[in-house]
Nanobody
Framework: QVQLVESGGGLVQAGGSLRLSCAASGRTFISYGWFRQAPGKEREFVAAITWPGRTTYYADSVKGRFTISRDNVQDTVYLQMNSLKPEDTAVYYC?????????????????WGQGTQVTVSS
């Protein structure tokens, strides 16, 4: 059974840091992505990483603050979030692709995790 299980969310003050993890099981994935959805807003792309981890992509809103990485032995992808802002508050979702493409929209991802809440207080 294919599963993506996120962890690491929580409550943090503005300027703080959190590291999200996403453990994959059931198959090997080509690329991973992180998305987020704030209350009353649509889900948006945050970051992505290709196989084996040399190429990364970021939304402009998180560039320079967030870092995506992957451990191909543990089949885990991480999102290190630094200098957090209240506007980063959202449910963060891990997603995975089984085939390579340069499309990083939601529709391009085949599997999704259940989401983890990140709340940044001002």
């Amino acid at each position: 059974q294919v599963q993506l299980v996120e962890s690491g969310g929580g409550l943090v003050q503005a300027g703080g840091s959190l590291r999200l993890s996403c453990a994959a099981s059931g198959r090997t994935f080509i690329s991973y992505g992180w998305f987020r959805q704030a209350p009353g807003k649509e889900r948006e792309f945050v970051a992505a990483i290709t196989w084996p981890g040399r190429t990364t992509y970021y939304a402009d809103s998180v560039k320079g603050r967030f870092t995506i990485s992957r451990d191909n032995v543990q089949d885990t992808v991480y999102l290190q979030m630094n200098s957090l802002k209240p506007e980063d508050t959202a449910v963060y979702y891990c997603a995975a692709k089984t085939r390579y493409s340069n499309n990083w929209s939601e529709e391009a991802f085949d599997y999704w995790g259940q989401g983890t809440q990140v709340t940044v207080s001002s």
